[in-house]
């Protein structure tokens, strides 16, 4: 999924399990290149987030991780149109509430 911010193109890529197997998938982490943290999502989430330095978590203040954010949604209903075969895991592939908003 493409996200414009500040006349710069980024990419949030979700990667979805396939197989038999996935529908018992434990909830996966968000990446930036390496896994951060889990979300509690069962499908994983890579884009070029602003982590802070002990590369433990997301800049909360972040504009950029702001964009990225606001822009999930998006991108998960995208992934729904274009691979039909998910919609009805949707809800099961976004696990259950977070305990804490990323």
Known sequence: HRVLLEEKELILTLAFPDGPTASKL??????CLLPVRKLGFCFCLD???ELIASRGDIHEGSRRNQALCEELPAAFAGALERHRS?????LELLGPPP????
């Open 26 to 31: 434990p909830p996966q982490a968000l990446y």
């Open 86 to 90: 998910l919609a009805p895991r949707a």
């Open 47 to 49: 884009g070029p987030f």
């Open 99 to 102: 305990p804490e908003p990323f």
